[in-house]
């Protein structure tokens, strides 16, 4: 039974439901419209005269008459002349009513789910981080959103921008398979050249992410039987989404450059491969193994997935070419990121590949969701078009590079018996542990002392890989606290090791 609103309740509600970054006036509004749909304000019902509600909430009575005029304006309130005003019948009219189950309907047996699914996805190893991971004080997360180095400003400019009555005339349709020609003409023309990737429009699909990209590409292509190649330590989500179309998963192994070239590559399909950082050991593959890897590729006719993330964050100032920039018969299907570097909630990726493929991809999309939100990609086409999207690259790259610096530095003075892979770029490193310090128990006792981390165990196709590893991420804890927090880590391993227990003499 909904309780009827009366005297002090009225704060508590604006408490409760209304969020702290909207004006007042927006708070008492969301706070009335909570009321009305949820039943405690019946349709029909008066609401109290401005004077009072100001006074029950301890504000000016303006704000409430202001609030009270939007709600009659969009149909929540009526307005009754030397009454006051009610809460409109007409709009909750269109709403279906509550129904109680008959108590006489017999019970049936709950449907065993687990019998019907064809596959299990909740069983993948997978990378799991907590949701309230911003709390810690240590958070050595890889990919994680830095409000400190978001242009807030930017892109608030942008979003205004693509709100004109023009731009939504152009974004607000149902655009079917298309996607914003002014953003395809932004990557095409701005991002891929950076890269040294020249691509028409046909050439290219706009996804949700790189993730989509991956998962679309394997819906097309992948199925039983199929030879898929993966680094091996390798990006998990890859892995998983391969060995859910049933494809024989064969692990490659990485070295210091990358992905190891061998003619045993010949006998894939597909190879997966991460060359401008590593997943996820971030070292980068240098140009003569690419140029082996290629011409491999064109004598064997097997195809290569090329996931570029982070090669915008590069330490040097001079990135390699990609992979796809050598490619000249579509031997190479180019996956990117537009949000990895900007904001991974944007959830905006490309796909660059042959246009037969492309063809093909737009029409498995238009299944699974139409398109990406014509919104978003307007927003970030003009946040390209204006320079802000290059002046924030270079941001991103100086503060990961003095983080990354930062880094290696406490690594070395807090935690010399860890081994870490050389890295020019991106927001983590790779650390080795000695041999008896598990990462998943590393894990949990860091966590216990306010230090995130990833352990490695999952990047590896086998369960047990024998060698123990965590990835630090430093793209999202600020400068100041890397230092205390590899020093705290630190104190964990060491306590660990020192907790060993002793060997046996036989």
């Given at each position: 039974m ?7 309740m ?6 409760r439901s ?12 969301e706070?009335l ?7 405690q304000?019946?349709?029909g019902?008066p609401v ?6 100001a006074?029950?909430l ?8 202001l609030?009270y ?10 307005s009754?002349?030397?009454?006051g005003h009610?809460v ?10 509550t129904?109680t189950?008959?108590?006489?309907l ?6 065993a789910?687990?019998?019907?699914l ?8 997978s990378?799991v981080k907590?949701?309230n991971?911003q ?8 990919g994680q ?7 807030t ?9 693509a709100?004109?009555?023009?731009d939504?005339?152009?974004w607000?349709?149902d655009?079917?398979?298309?996607d ?7 990557i095409?023309?701005r991002?891929?050249?950076?890269r040294?990737?020249?691509?028409t429009?046909?050439?290219?699909i706009?996804?949700?992410g790189a ?7 394997a819906?097309?292509?992948?199925r ?12 998990p ?6 060995t ?12 210091d ?5 061998h ?6 399909d ?5 060359p ?12 003569h ?12 006719n097997?195809?290569?997935?090329e996931d ?5 964050n590069n ?13 000249r ?5 180019y ?6 570097s900007?904001?991974?909630?944007l ?9 037969e ?8 999309r238009?299944?699974m969701?139409?398109h ?7 927003s ?10 290059d ?24 935690a010399?018996q860890?081994k870490v ?11 080795q ?14 966590a216990?002392?306010?230090v ?7 990047f ?16 999202s ?17 060491t ?12």
């Open positions: 909904v309780q009827p609103l009366q005297g002090a009225w704060k508590q509600l604006l408490q209304a969020r702290e970054n909207l004006t007042l006036q927006g708070r008492i509004r706070m419209v909570s009321a009305i749909l949820d039943g304000l019946k349709p019902a109290p005269s401005s004077r009072e509600l006074t029950e301890g504000v000016g009575r303006i704000t409430v008459v609030a005029q939007q709600l009659a304006d969009e149909g929540y309130l009526e009754r002349e030397r009454k009610f409109s019948a007409a709009l909750l009219g269109q709403r279906a009513q129904r189950v008959p108590e006489d017999p019970d049936q047996p709950a449907i789910w687990k019998k019907r064809c596959q299990h996805p909740s069983l993948q190893r990378i907590p949701f991971w709390k810690s004080p240590y958070p050595f997360l890889y959103f830095d409000e400190s180095l978001f242009p400003a930017a892109w608030r400019e942008c979003c205004l921008k709100l004109s009555v023009l939504i005339r152009d607000a349709p655009q079917i398979t298309r914003d020609e002014s953003l395809v003409e932004q095409c023309t991002v891929l050249p950076r040294g990737v020249w691509a429009p046909d050439q290219l706009i996804t949700v993730q989509h990209a991956l998962y679309m590409v819906d097309l292509l992948v039983e039987g199929i030879r898929v190649g993966i680094e091996n330590p390798g990006y989500d890859a892995r998983n989404i391969f859910s179309r049933n494809a024989e998963i064969t692990p490659l192994p990485v070295d450059n990358g992905l190891i070239v003619d045993g590559l010949r006998d894939h597909y190879l997966y491969t991460t401008s950082h590593q997943c996820p050991t971030g070292v980068t593959m240098p140009l193994r690419r140029e082996e890897l290629l011409r491999l590729a064109n004598a064997s097997l195809v290569i997935i570029d993330y982070e090669s915008e330490f040097s100032g001079n990135p390699i070419p990609a992979l796809k920039s050598l490619d018969n579509h031997r190479v299907i996956i990117g990121s537009l949000s990895k900007l904001a991974p909630g959830r905006i990726g490309y796909i660059v590949a042959a246009p493929l492309i063809i093909e991809l737009r029409a498995l238009r299944l969701l139409r990406p939100s014509s919104f978003i990609q307007r970030l086409s003009l946040f390209i078009s204006l320079g802000y999207n002046a924030h690259l270079k941001r991103l790259a100086e503060a990961q590079k003095e983080r990354g610096t930062l880094m290696l530095d406490a690594l070395a003075r807090h010399p860890c892979t050389p890295f020019g770029g991106g927001g983590s490193c790779w650390v542990l000695p041999d008896h310090v598990h990462p998943l128990e590393l894990a949990e006792r860091a216990a002392r306010g995130l981390i990833e352990p490695g165990d999952v590896f196709q086998a369960e047990d890989p024998g060698r123990h590893f965590i990835r630090l991420g430093f793209q804890i600020t400068a100041r606290v890397i230092e205390e927090g590899i020093a705290t880590l630190a104190e964990v391993i306590d660990m090791q020192n907790r060993r227990p002793p060997i046996s003499n036989g």
